[in-house]
């Protein structure tokens, strides 16, 4: 009840995964928990793992072996015990630290490791846990999966709230609210931010002459390659109509201008697919600060 009542106070799946690691941890008295999470169409699973008080989150194919061989399991339960089997950890050595003797993958809910996933606990010595543990763990296990899949599905309703709908980048409403928290920190820790903008060059002819269909291809093959080009730290975001503005965290002036020329070089020398079988010569002018 307990368990239940904290997790639904959870905001982010970083914080019901903390929380599902702390009950395992202390009722199985094992050194620590990783998740391996799906979403049932999974393309790409996602690992969490916790490191001191906080959770790394990252993300795996969804071919990695460790869930290939969970589904072909019947019971879909993987252990390994170095005292049995020294050689046998290569399945979970993505998950567990160096030092770990034990380790054993578990599903998250009944339907198995594609349903929601799967929690992998290790343990420096290797041990046995008691049946009426596993079936207590595994019922907040599910309490978890559920929790997982609603965080997911509020993940996905903040996305599109965030997202411009054309080019797939961040809208203006999130980088105005994200530039002030880039800007507050930046100061706060005394590190370096820069800012791009740019806008399409003679956007407005190019729809009177090709129409309205034919720059909104421009505008998301122009997004995708700015994608391509950033870090992950990295914010691009449509300013509106033609413009766009990048925020570029841990980047001193001089690093902003050579980005800023690469995409130029790159945009000047990409021919933009505007269907039919026609493409464009597009440019840009950019600023940076």
């Not at 395992?24 to 050194?31: A, K, N, P, R």
């Not at 049932?40 to 996602?46: H, L, T, V």
């Not at 980088?175 to 100061?187: A, G, K, P, T």
Request: proline share 3%; with cysteine.
């Amino acid at each position: 009840i307990a368990f239940s009542r904290e997790l639904n106070s959870k905001k982010t799946i970083e914080e019901a995964v903390l929380l599902f690691s702390r009950y395992i941890g202390s009722l199985l008295e094992v050194d620590g928990v990783s998740l391996l999470l799906s979403d049932g169409d999974i393309k790409i699973a996602e690992v969490f793992q916790q490191c001191d008080k906080y959770v790394v989150r990252d993300e795996i194919s969804y071919l990695h072996p460790l869930l290939e061989a969970a589904r072909q399991d019947s019971d879909h339960i993987l252990v390994w015990n170095a005292a049995d089997d020294p050689e046998g950890r290569a399945l979970f050595d993505d998950f567990i630290p160096q030092d770990a003797r034990f380790a054993a993958a578990y599903p998250l809910m009944e339907g198995g490791v594609d349903e929601a996933g799967m929690y992998i606990i290790f343990n420096s010595y290797p041990m046995m846990i008691a049946p009426d543990l596993l079936e207590e763990v595994g019922f907040l296990a599910s309490h978890l999966g559920i929790d997982v899949q609603n965080l997911r599905y509020s993940e996905m309703l903040q996305e599109l709230a965030d997202t411009d709908g054309l080019t797939g980048l961040f809208n203006h409403r999130y980088f105005q609210q994200r530039l002030d928290q880039e800007i507050h920190r930046c100061s706060r820790y005394d590190r370096p931010l820069s800012l791009i903008m740019f806008d399409i060059d003679h956007f407005k002819r190019l729809n009177d002459t090709y129409g309205h269909p034919a720059g909104d291809a421009v505008l998301r093959e122009l997004s995708a390659l700015v994608s391509l080009s950033l870090r992950k730290i990295d914010v691009p975001a449509r300013y509106g109509g033609e413009e766009f503005v990048l925020i570029l965290p841990e980047t001193e002036k001089d690093g902003a201008v050579i980005l800023a020329e690469r995409l130029r070089e790159t945009v000047e020398k990409n021919a933009f697919n505007i269907g039919n079988g026609s493409r464009v010569d597009v440019t840009v002018s950019i600023g940076v600060s």
